[in-house]
């Protein structure tokens, strides 16, 4: 059992004692605030719409963008459509719909690659979903379709990578299960059932195939394109094929999480379930994973700040769907530490640069956005603090009545 793992379980047994409790420090709202300020501030300095942000390179202060193309281009809205949200500040809303806007292109282009969930839900689904402007509908139901072209039936899943197929043939990597809630969306919006059968099928391959058995990932599995034959595993990000790759584990987790909330199949839950307890219990005793579990440089090798941010959400999402309350207890509880711990001094970038979190990793087997700020930590931060706030808000509400 990791100490870290230890400490959360002590912590959760504490939390569910009868005594007493101090109230508690931390505060979601208070963290929102101070991001909702860093956030307005990096705004001052942009002037061009259709560029965004991507990461801060070491020694820099400011952020460097790259264009609509680029698999991170939905982050930076989805992060100004979280502040929005967060403020009620009607000059955000005007920031998030002109950073929205480019987007567009993606959704009415072929496809390039699975990463059309990550660049046009985070942005317009989150625009959608807190605006309901009709205009956005249509661009995401148009985007699901973009995405199902990717799809092989033979395989059943979606093709990430259509420009490895001579590397790795039929690709399918973890991440790709984020992208499912897009067609699970506009399967449910006006679009066609077949997208959600897509959707599940993709999550069920990926499940069957790229889980091992210790309930630890492959960032990316082969397949034979034309008899569906799963070939072999591998790791693109990650430090070997057989590793732990961090970020892979907790797309994993709130994949499979999300997969459970739309089809109501439980051994997608069971699964997600099994990556998160692996994932905690292998967590070093800062509560911040390393890049990959496995590197062999540990405790000398670089931080993966965003795998924190995603595992929170991704256990966030698990608390919110099981019954049992001790299960809900505990994923509240690791996700609320996750979000502290990013909140502290130590990862929170504060006065230092224009980023909301330090020390994230990206590729770092081909040298690229090690131990520097990434946007997508911070879009999934923000999610992260979303979700603790309405957390804490619910049980305000429950001490009160309790007091009435």
Not at 264 to 273: A, Q, V, W
Request: proline residues 4%; charged residues 25%.
């Amino acid at each position: 059992m990791s100490k870290f793992f230890l400490m959360l379980t002590i912590v959760l047994i504490v939390s569910c004692s009868p005594a007493k409790k101090e109230a508690p420090v931390f505060s979601a709202q208070e963290m929102l605030d101070k991001s909702v300020i860093k956030t307005k501030e990096t705004l001052k300095g942009l002037s061009v719409k259709d560029s965004f942000l991507r990461n801060i390179p070491e020694n820099q202060t400011n952020w460097e963008s790259v264009g609509v193309n680029d698999w991170c281009s939905g982050f930076w809205p989805g992060v100004l459509w979280y502040a929005y949200e967060a403020s009620n500040d009607a000059s955000l809303k005007k920031e998030a719909e002109a950073f929205t806007a480019p987007i567009k292109t993606i959704a009415y282009n072929p496809a390039r690659n699975h990463d059309i969930g990550f660049m046009v839900y985070c942005s317009f689904g989150n625009g959608y979903r807190i605006t309901g402007n009709p205009e956005y509908k249509e661009v995401l139901l148009s985007a699901a379709d973009t995405l199902a072209t990717l799809y092989n039936d033979k395989v059943g899943s979606i093709l990430s990578w259509p420009e490895k197929r001579e590397e790795y043939a039929h690709n399918t990597i973890i991440d790709n299960m984020m992208n499912l809630e897009l067609l699970f969306w506009a399967a449910k919006n006006g679009g066609d059932q077949r997208l959600y059968n897509i959707a599940t099928s993709h999550a069920e391959v990926t499940m069957n195939n790229l889980v091992r058995k210790d309930n630890s990932l492959y960032h990316l599995g082969s397949f034979n394109e034309e008899t569906g034959e799963f070939l072999k595993g591998y790791t693109h990000q990650g430090y070997a094929d057989e590793s732990m790759w961090a970020r892979g584990q907790t797309w994993g987790i709130y994949g499979f999480a999300m997969a459970y909330r739309e089809t109501g199949r439980k051994d997608f839950l069971e699964t997600s379930i099994k990556l998160a307890d692996h994932f905690l219990e292998r967590l070093p005793e800062d509560g911040i994973p390393f890049w990959d579990f496995d590197d062999p440089k540990i405790p000398n090798a670089p931080k993966d700040a965003s795998a924190a941010a995603i595992a929170a959400c991704g256990m966030f999402e698990i608390a919110n769907l099981v019954e049992d309350v001790t299960l809900k207890d505990k994923f509240n509880t690791a996700a609320t530490k996750f979000v502290e711990i990013l909140s502290s001094d130590a990862y929170y970038s504060g006065e230092k640069n224009q980023a909301l979190l330090l020390h994230s990793t990206g590729h770092l087997p081909k040298n690229s956005e090690i131990d520097i700020p990434i946007i997508y930590a911070d879009y999934y931060y923000m999610e992260a603090l979303m979700r603790l706030k309405k957390l804490e808000e619910a049980r305000d509400a429950k001490t009160l009545v309790a007091k009435e």
